[in-house]
């Protein structure tokens, strides 16, 4: 029996992945759990000979990707990233495709990589702040989990606080002067407003 690790590039309806395995079946049946579609749906599996050199950490550098003919989308933006497109130069918003590869992922462009970094520092600061907003604004209780709050089209930074004398978290939405709580920690947290107050 071949227990040697080999690459197979696994097809299905609209991606691909590598998948490392002993044999085509158990590639084929990776592949599909990967990609999230049936097993019979998969359209080819086949050996990726280029890609076995990676079978012993299964880490492929994105660099061996594009050089194989495989292409990636961009973890800024979802441009098709491949490497006839960046030889042709392709249009990415203004600038010619270059892209720059950070760990597992690939931008486009250094501007997109630019943009996506800012996007990420931006998504820090609210954290920090709201954090910190949340502490300030209810003395004595501590910031239990914080989390973004999809509600309709807004999406609301909201943390999860743990108020003193409580069974439960009570729930803060950033820019609201009140908490949510379970009804049995109704009295509990009048119970803290009251304290609060009167050390004010
Ligand atoms: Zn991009």
């Known amino acids: 029996m071949e227990t040697q690790l080999k690459a197979y590039q696994v097809q299905g309806y609209d991606n691909g992945v590598l998948v490392f395995a002993t044999n085509g079946a158990t590639a084929r049946r990776k592949g599909a759990n990967e990609l999230d579609e049936e097993f019979q749906d998969i359209e080819f599996c086949r050996r990726a ?60 462009t250094s501007s997109c990589h630019d943009r996506e970094v800012a996007i990420d520092k931006d998504r820090h600061d609210t954290e920090i702040a709201t954090r910190a907003e949340a502490e300030a604004k209810f003395p004595g209780c501590t910031v239990a989990r914080y989390y973004v709050l999809a509600d309709m089209e807004a999406r609301i930074p909201t943390v999860d606080l743990s108020v003193p004398g409580l069974q439960r978290t009570a729930q803060w939405r950033r820019g609201e002067d009140y908490v949510r709580v379970v009804e049995e920690d109704i009295e509990a947290f009048d119970r803290y407003r009251a304290k609060y107050k009167e050390a004010a």
Do not use: F, K
């Open 49 to 108: 000979h280029w890609a076995d050199e990676y079978a012993s950490t299964g880490h492929v550098p994105i660099r061996a990707y594009l050089d194989n003919g495989w292409w990636i989308t961009c973890g800024g933006c979802g441009r098709v990233v491949d490497q006839d497109r960046i030889d042709d130069g392709d249009d990415c918003g203004g600038d010619p495709m270059a892209p720059v590869i950070v760990g597992a992922w690939i931008y486009c």
